[in-house]
């Protein structure tokens, strides 16, 4: 016999304790179904699971300042080539240098064959009058900068980065 039969005897309402069925009865077998069925189909708000997710994840190192931050402190260039195709749709292509801070065009030249050496000539070219040059200069992966770009950058006292693949929000043009 349950607590709760037991309790609703002893105040004397006999008809009604045999009305409540024992937990183990089949009485409460459609219950525990009908529960069942309805756990299934709760449903949780996506912010909801944000708000305790970030709750119970480690705070965040700040050892560090992070990418934007970066930019933001620092004297930051960037360049690129740009792809374009004159009237008889040969390729064109214009390299750009950037100033990350201020989105001034500092350099820009256009050839149809790039090479590495035209690229580090470019480079050389952009410095040779500038007395404030950015002293970081961000560039992707691509074959065309090579070796001697980053020799004449380090001649001139410009730090290289590379951005890392996969990852468009460390690209300051884009």
């Known amino acids: 016999m349950s607590f709760r039969a037991r309790h609703v005897r002893s105040t004397r309402e006999e008809p009604l304790a045999r009305e409540i069925p024992e937990p183990s009865s089949r009485a409460y077998t459609p219950r525990l179904e009908c529960i069942a069925k309805a756990s299934e189909t709760i449903r949780v708000a996506k912010r909801s699971v944000q708000k ?17 931050t970066f930019l933001r402190n620092h004297s930051v260039g960037a360049c690129d080539f740009l792809q374009t195709y004159d009237i008889r749709f040969r390729p064109i292509f214009a390299f750009v240098i950037v100033d ?25 070219n952009a410095t040779a009058f500038c007395t404030e040059f950015p002293r970081f200069i961000i560039r992707d992966n691509d074959a065309k900068f090579g ?3 980053d020799r004449v950058a380090d001649g001139v006292g410009i730090r290289v980065i590379r951005t890392a693949i996969h990852a468009p929000l460390m690209y300051a043009l884009g």
Do not use: C
């Open 147 to 149: 070796s001697g770009f």
């Open 100 to 124: 990350v801070n201020t989105k001034r065009v500092v350099h820009i030249a256009a050839t149809r064959a790039p090479t590495q050496e035209w690229t580090a000539q470019q480079l050389r």
């Open 52 to 68: 305790y997710m970030r709750q119970a994840r480690p705070p965040t190192r700040s050892d560090g300042q992070g990418w934007r």
